[in-house]
């Protein structure tokens, strides 16, 4: 991967289970592969699907907490600490660049699963300032759209942001005995979606609700697609989207990656 003009790249993870943060797959190889070409950032922005706030929040604390935002899983899940930094400058810079959004310094979340089970994968020594920015239940797609794309001055000062939550989300019709590959509905709307990513077609994206059944399916709610626009708002127009990880498993869960740089 290219690190033209010394921009930062951009990349969502689909990030699955948190089982994945102490599984060598597949997966976890895919996300380490894509960062091994780039410069170690200055710090590293998450905007993960589950940290939903009233209101935008960035964490501005020195040393955020690794928290366990999950249930039933082993005790070796629970026991995983990712001591990364925080970085409270940065936090600052945040709510200075998004000056058209009300912006919370919050000193008490930390670091949520759909942040450090994949940052662990991507910088293990835990040595690259982590912070996460909210995302505010109260707003549209459309008003998400607009925070991502204030936030391309990070990019050129070194700061790595990425996206985490799944373009293909639905626990409730997930299969347990299908722990590779996708109903017929989800890998539909994956491509479906895929195709409008590489499009760059944000508006169709940020009106997913209208992009029909298959779609409704597989998007059943907000907070796991979101990151995806994070992501796709902050591509320039040279810029390339590349797809990697892209596959479903048990029926409704996709794990579609992609970068952009």
Same mark, same amino acid.
């Given at each position: 991967?290219?690190?033209?003009?010394?921009?930062?790249?951009?990349?969502?993870?689909?990030?699955?289970?948190?089982?994945?943060?102490?599984?060598?797959?597949?997966?976890?190889?895919?996300?380490?592969?894509?960062?091994?070409?780039?410069?170690?950032?200055?710090?590293?922005?998450?905007?993960?699907?589950?940290?939903?706030?009233?209101?935008?929040?960035?964490?501005?604390?020195?040393?955020?907490?690794?928290?366990?935002?999950?249930?039933?899983?082993?005790?070796?899940?629970?026991?995983?600490?990712?001591?990364?930094?925080?970085?409270?400058?940065?936090?600052? /810079?945040?709510?200075? *660049?998004?000056? $058209?959004?009300?912006? &919370? @310094?919050?000193?008490?979340?930390? %670091?949520?699963?759909?942040?450090?089970?994949?940052?662990?994968?991507?910088?293990?020594?835990?040595?690259?300032?982590?912070?996460?920015?909210?995302?505010?239940?109260?707003?549209?797609?459309?008003?998400?759209?607009?925070?991502?794309?204030?936030?391309?001055?990070?990019?050129?000062?070194?700061?790595?942001?990425?996206?985490?939550?799944?373009?293909?989300?639905?626990?409730?019709?997930?299969?347990?005995?299908?722990?590779?590959?996708?109903?017929?509905?989800?890998?539909?709307?994956?491509?479906? /979606?895929?195709?409008? *990513?590489?499009? $760059?077609?944000?508006? &169709? @994206?940020?009106?997913?609700?209208? %992009?029909?059944?298959?779609?409704?399916?597989?998007?059943?709610?907000?907070?796991?697609?979101?990151?995806?626009?994070?992501?796709?708002?902050?591509?320039?127009?040279?810029?390339?989207?590349?797809?990697?990880?892209?596959?479903?498993?048990?029926?409704?869960?996709?794990?579609?990656?992609?970068?952009?740089?």
């Amino acid at each position: 991967m290219k690190n033209e003009n010394h921009l930062m790249p951009v990349f969502f993870f689909g990030h699955g289970s948190p089982m994945n943060a102490i599984e060598e797959n597949e997966f976890t190889t895919g996300w380490r592969n894509a960062v091994k070409s780039i410069s170690t950032p200055v710090a590293v922005l998450c905007i993960s699907a589950h940290w939903e706030t009233k209101g935008t929040q960035v964490t501005a604390m020195g040393k955020p907490a690794t928290i366990h935002d999950f249930g039933g899983f082993p005790r070796e899940l629970y026991e995983v600490q990712y001591p990364a930094p925080g970085s409270p400058e940065t936090a600052e /810079l945040i709510k200075e *660049i998004l000056s $058209n959004t009300e912006v &919370s @310094l919050d000193h008490s979340w930390g %670091l949520d699963h759909g942040c450090w089970s994949v940052v662990k994968h991507l910088f293990p020594k835990a040595e690259v300032p982590v912070l996460q920015l909210s995302l505010d239940y109260f707003k549209r797609p459309a008003d998400h759209v607009k925070i991502a794309s204030q936030l391309n001055l990070l990019r050129e000062k070194g700061i790595l942001i990425i996206g985490s939550g799944n373009m293909i989300h639905n626990l409730r019709a997930v299969d347990w005995n299908k722990p590779v590959g996708g109903f017929d509905w989800a890998v539909k709307a994956n491509e479906k /979606l895929k195709r409008l *990513i590489a499009d $760059n077609d944000i508006k &169709s @994206l940020s009106d997913y609700k209208s %992009l029909g059944g298959e779609v409704a399916l597989s998007v059943p709610t907000p907070e796991h697609f979101l990151p995806v626009l994070y992501a796709l708002a902050l591509k320039r127009q040279s810029e390339e989207v590349t797809f990697f990880n892209d596959r479903l498993i048990m029926g409704s869960l996709s794990m579609t990656s992609f970068s952009i740089s």
